[in-house]
Each structure stands twice: as structure tokens, then as C-alpha cells.
Nanobody
Framework: QVQLVESGGGLAQAGGSLRLSCAGS????????MGWFRQAPGKEREFVAG????????HYADSVKGRFTISRDNAKNTVYLQMNSLKPEDTAIYYC?????????????????WGQGTQVTVSS
């Protein structure tokens, strides 16, 4: 199995940027499709972005398309989420997740391993 640890969260102003990192240990993350999800208070966990195990294909939620970019560096066992043009509605706990190397899943149940999350707060 793989253990995941997110970092890079914090406070940003609307219009600003943050880059989240997800470091894997145990099995290499290169064996898995990877996804980023977020959960705001009182809301369900929602899909943000996903990338195939090779990095050759990505998928984004409509709400972040054109603003967020997911990437991976399998040599560093790390996945990233570059977040630009941040909005207050992006405020949430962000989680990375690892799933089987099939098509990129958009449901939490498509993923087997999860990090503990990192808080992102965007002020207006």
C-alpha cells in the first residue's frame, strides 16, 4: 500500500496562488492514478482533479478548469496541484488520493488510499 502526506496549504487572497504537494511513501505512487479532492464544511467531498499513473491524461472539475493544474513527478514520488486565480469558494480541506491505474475516477469510492488533508483558506 501507499501512504500519502499533503502539504502546501494555507491562507491566500482571492486571485492568488498556492501549490499543494502530495508525497507518497511505501509503494511508489507511479503505480496509481492520483486525484485531488476537497471538502468544505457541511459539504460532501468533491473531485477536483485527477491524473493517470503515467501522467498522460488529466481530468478536472468544471469549477477549477483553467485555474488548477495537476501534475506528477514519479521519480520524486510526488503529485502536485497548482492552484491559480483562487476564489473564496475554493476554501476547503484538500485531500490527495491514490487509485487503481484504470480511467481517472471522479468519485471518492474510486480511490483506495488517502492523505490526511491540508487546509486551504481563500480570503476575499
Amino acid at each position: 500500500q501507499v501512504q500519502l502526506v499533503e502539504s502546501g496549504g494555507g491562507l491566500a487572497q482571492a486571485g492568488g496562488s498556492l501549490r499543494l504537494s502530495c508525497a507518497g511513501s511505501g509503494r511508489t505512487v507511479g503505480l496509481y492514478n492520483m486525484g485531488w479532492f476537497r471538502q468544505a464544511p457541511g459539504k460532501e467531498r468533491e473531485f477536483v482533479a485527477g491524473v493517470t499513473f503515467t501522467g498522460g491524461s488529466t481530468h478536472y472539475a468544471d469549477s477549477v478548469k483553467g485555474r488548477f493544474t495537476i501534475s506528477r513527478d514519479n521519480a520524486k514520488n510526488t503529485v502536485y496541484l497548482q492552484m491559480n486565480s483562487l476564489k473564496p469558494e475554493d476554501t476547503a480541506i484538500y485531500y490527495c488520493a491514490a487509485g487503481p491505474p484504470s480511467s481517472v475516477g471522479t468519485r471518492p469510492s474510486d480511490y483506495d488510499y488517502w492523505g490526511q488533508g491540508t487546509q486551504v483558506t481563500v480570503s476575499s
